[in-house]
């Protein structure tokens, strides 16, 4: 069918346009019989399908159909992989085509502010860049097969506690330049369909009644034309959301259709113009429209091959993140123990709306059976917390007989969910106590692990391999075991820093803040920005990930000494694979700043790229920089702005392991206002050429009046002019006239000329 969307807007009453600004049930848009308007369905995700037929709930209590679960957001964000990411949504929109699933609701685009977080694994990282690009591969891939994409949670959701109406408060440049940052790039670059409006407030102001977030920031700068969705029940006031730029309200029901006849009598009152409705009707039939006329009756779920993607790209994701001596991976021959409730039980997935109903879930124990090399002590309880000391002894005592012992732990689903934040960041210690009695005995230990988030690693320095698999999807044991024994080669990167301690994390003091407000105080210093910035000790840095195989970078090129920031710069290096294996590395490039007059970090990742090399093999790798990698968000200006200076560019294997280095001057073409007045600095006032004339003439005048004793200068001690120097420059103008140098009549001259000329 096709949908004149103009014409209907004139053939519908004003009661038919209200009622298609809300859904008919927990999934689906509104029919309006009468026109011919269908209804399509919407369906949770990100990570597979969690379709829910017949009545639904958006909390996973009922039932939803069988499918695949991919590896989560953090997971997928580790592998750095953007041809995955995209691929995966490519896979999960064809599965949508196959479920008449008109919009995949992922994916999660939210900051870690914290590792307390409950729903971290759901979100892709700390870092802006890495969530926005990972982000916008996701979306295109999904609307490649013609599904929408509906990007969430916007904006500046970062914990769980009070979400629904928590005040999360953050000045404007930590705003731009982290959280929303997050969004742009996906938004702008990808175009989804949809896009998701927070629960919580921003500086006191809901999401779902922003019109800064969804008029100005989403339609105004970033060039959005899609439809905005409420989280599930995140309206308060639904006239002020039309008002505002949010399109339809989610889910339908009795509230819904009462919020439908408000927008009938704000119109009717003048509150609300038949303008704004009308374009909100018209994003909402935009979506429906589309939906329809792209419908692939053709696209065939094929849940084994799904399986079989979802088991390589688990591969994908894992993070090497310690492998002392070589443990890894295992040889043939040897005696290996095999540790841990994880065996019997994975863990692959997190709780709440994104809870995906698996076909198949093998576990290590049914991987391993029949294998004689192998043997199994399940070591502690995954549904308790203190320690078994006879499940302990036995472990401790099948560790010693072995040559190699690997301990499957991780966090519980408990300690992961939607609608709650972790408490600590410990996993439980029983597992704890077992992975320390373990290594008493045994020499050769490897940890695998099972989290959604950063965990504290008491034992870290004890055992000699780690292996991070994080929420690796269904086939997490498969992808576990091939890993383990060198039939694939970990990839990954963290995504995120791993503090030594909660305390170390820079949200720690105002997690999850008070009252329902939430003090975002660190600033832009989230994740390695500020362990970087403090020098401070981590557990594992940011952009940090161990492979099978070395990798060794030479050969830094920058394209230009000099540039202005209307051109761009390109920077190689040369990687090249210095081991016996076939492998990939993720290359990282971060620019950082040498001289701003700002808070910058030490360096920001501004671009990646992941490529597999055969053993020996060399590869160039090319990046192109734009102004946006030198840039900070500027207040005064309310944009992103780039700073004239020299700036460092980095590359390496994470923020802390650089390999090579070299700079590039950057000269900014954008010139800030300055309002002059009373209380500006002289050496605020040294910025405006006008000024610094005005400043020479009167710095002549005053040593022409009154030649400049020596003594006095001596009398302030060692580095006497130094002092004098930089008192004049914190003088404010106010004191001119104080100290005489000129009249109050002739410095407001002065003042409104600068203001004039600036």
Not at 29 to 37: H, S, Y
Not at 530 to 548: A, I, N, Q, R, T
Not at 565 to 572: F, G, M
């Amino acid at each position: 069918m096709s949908m004149d969307i103009e014409q209907l807007l004139k053939d519908m009453t004003l009661e038919e346009k209200a009622s298609l600004c809300s859904g008919h049930d927990f999934w689906h848009t509104k029919t309006v019989e009468r026109l011919g308007i269908p209804a399509v369905m919407m369906c949770d995700g990100p990570n597979g399908l969690r379709k829910q037929e017949g009545e639904g709930d958006h909390l996973g209590i009922n039932e939803s159909i069988k499918a695949v679960c991919f590896p989560t957001s953090s997971a997928v964000a580790a592998s750095f992989d953007v041809d995955m990411a995209y691929h995966l949504g490519e896979v999960l929109g064809n599965e949508c085509q196959a479920e008449n699933i008109a919009m995949l609701l992922g994916p999660g685009m939210n900051i870690k502010r914290s590792p307390l977080c409950g729903r971290n694994f759901e979100y892709y990282s700390e870092d802006p860049y890495v969530s926005s690009q990972m982000g916008k591969a996701y979306i295109e891939g999904i609307q490649s097969r013609k599904v929408g994409a509906c990007v969430k949670h916007f904006a500046t959701n970062n914990q769980e506690t009070r979400r629904m109406n928590g005040d999360s408060v953050v000045d404007e440049r930590t705003w731009h330049e982290i959280y929303l940052e997050s969004f742009r790039d996906a938004i702008s670059g990808a175009r989804p369909v949809g896009v998701m409006c927070a629960y919580n407030k921003t500086n006191g102001t809901y999401a779902a009644e922003s019109r800064l977030l969804l008029t100005d920031i989403l339609r105004k700068a970033w060039g959005y034309e899609g439809f905005v969705v409420t989280d599930w029940g995140a309206v308060k006031d639904r006239v002020k959301g039309v008002a505002a730029g949010l399109d339809l309200e989610m889910p339908g029901g009795d509230g819904a259709r009462a919020n439908d006849a408000k927008i009938v009598k704000a119109v009717e009152d003048g509150t609300l113009t038949m303008e704004q409705l009308d374009a909100a009707v018209k994003n909402v039939l935009t979506f429906v429209k589309n939906a329809v006329e792209n419908r692939d009756e053709t696209a065939v779920f094929d849940r084994e091959a799904d399986y079989r993607e979802a088991v390589k790209m688990a591969e994908n994701c894992a993070v090497l993140l310690k492998n002392e001596d070589k443990v890894l991976p295992l040889e043939e021959g040897q005696k290996i123990a095999f540790v841990g409730g994880f065996v019997e039980k994975p863990r692959c997935q997190g709780s709440g709306s994104s809870h995906i109903n698996s076909t198949k879930v093998p576990s290590i124990a049914e991987l391993i059976a029949g294998r004689d090399e192998i043997a199994y002590a399940k070591g502690f309880d995954l549904d308790e917390e203190e320690p078994d000391e006879s499940l302990q002894a036995e472990a401790a005592a099948l560790a010693k007989e072995s040559d190699v012992t690997v301990i499957f732990a991780g966090l519980p689903n408990r300690y992961e969910s939607e609608g709650t934040d972790r408490k600590h960041m410990r996993i439980p210690e029983n597992q704890n106590a077992l992975i320390s009695a373990v290594a008493e005995v045994s020499d050769k230990v490897a940890v695998v692990l099972f989290n959604g988030s950063p965990v504290e690693m008491p034992w870290k320095d004890d055992v000699e391999a780690i292996l991070e698999m994080y929420l690796g999807g269904d086939g997490v044991s498969e992808a576990a075991m091939a890993l383990l024994y060198g039939e694939a080669n970990p990839s990954g990167k963290l995504a995120e820093t791993f503090p030594v301690k909660l305390a170390d994390n820079p949200s720690y003091l105002n997690f999850p803040g008070e009252a329902g407000v939430a003090e975002y105080h660190e600033g832009i210093y989230v994740g390695y920005r500020y362990y970087d910035k403090k020098e401070m000790e981590v557990l594992f840095p940011f952009g940090h990930g161990l492979s099978y195989t070395p990798f060794a970078y030479s050969d830094l090129k920058i394209s230009a000494e000099k540039i202005t920031d209307q051109e761009k710069l390109t920077v190689s290096v040369t990687v090249t694979n210095t081991g016996d294996r076939a492998g990939k590395e993720v290359v990282q490039l971060y620019v950082g700043s040498t001289n701003s007059s700002v808070r910058r970090p030490v360096r920001e990742l501004k671009r990646f790229a992941k490529v597999a090399l055969n053993p020996g093999e060399s590869r160039e790798v090319t990046f192109t920089l734009d102004a946006h990698a030198f840039a900070y968000y500027e207040v005064k200006i309310h944009d992103f702005y780039v700073e004239s200076g020299e700036y460092v560019i980095s590359v390496g294997s994470s923020s802390r392991d650089i390999r090579c280095e070299g700079s590039v001057a950057v000269e900014g073409t954008k010139t800030l206002p300055i309002v002059v007045t009373r209380e500006t600095s002289i050496g605020d006032l040294m910025q405006i050429p006008a000024a610094q004339a005005m400043l020479a003439q009167m710095q002549q005048k005053a040593q022409t009046d009154a030649p400049s004793n020596a003594s006095d200068i001596d009398a302030l001690g060692e580095g006497g002019q130094e002092m004098a120097q930089a008192m004049m420059f914190e003088m404010p103008l106010g004191s001119l006239t104080t100290f005489g140098v000129m009249n109050d009549e002739q410095l407001d001259g002065m003042i409104a000329m600068l203001n004039g000329q600036n």
